[in-house]
């Protein structure tokens, strides 16, 4: 089992930055794959972001492509998410997801373990 745990979601205005972090816990941070995904209300879950196993490679919806940085820390067992030139079609629940494997996958049925999401909410 691993528990995955969100933060640092919130309001802000089109044009801000926010980070979110999910931090891990359980099994070896460093065996998974770790993808973001959001969901906007009445939406299908989409993919935003992942990184591999080390974090060297990493993959972005192109969406979020030049806005959005993944990244983590497996020493500290957490995964990051930089969000920069938010957008009010942004705005959606933000959910980390651990995939035990070292590929990165960009469907949702592809993750093992999910956290219970952050919202983030960016005003025009």
């Known amino acids: 089992q691993v528990q995955l745990v969100e933060s640092g979601g919130g309001l802000v205005q089109a044009g801000g930055s926010l980070r979110l972090s999910c931090a891990a816990s359980?099994?070896?941070?460093?065996?998974?794959?770790m993808g973001w995904f959001r969901q906007a209300l009445g939406k299908e879950r989409e993919f935003v972001a992942g990184?591999?196993?080390?974090?060297?490679?990493?993959y972005y919806a192109d969406s979020m492509k030049g806005r959005f940085t993944i990244s983590r820390d497996n020493a500290k067992n957490t995964v990051y998410l930089q969000m920069n030139s938010l957008k009010p079609e942004d705005t959606a629940v933000y959910y980390c997801?651990?995939?035990?494997?070292?590929?990165?996958?960009?469907?949702?049925?592809?993750?093992?373990?999910w956290g219970q999401g952050t919202q983030v909410t960016v005003s025009s």
């Open positions: 997801a651990a995939h035990l494997s070292a590929a990165v996958v960009t469907h949702w049925s592809g993750y093992d373990y």
């Open positions: 359980g099994r070896t941070f460093s065996n998974y794959a």
């Open positions: 990184t591999g196993m080390s974090g060297s490679s990493t």
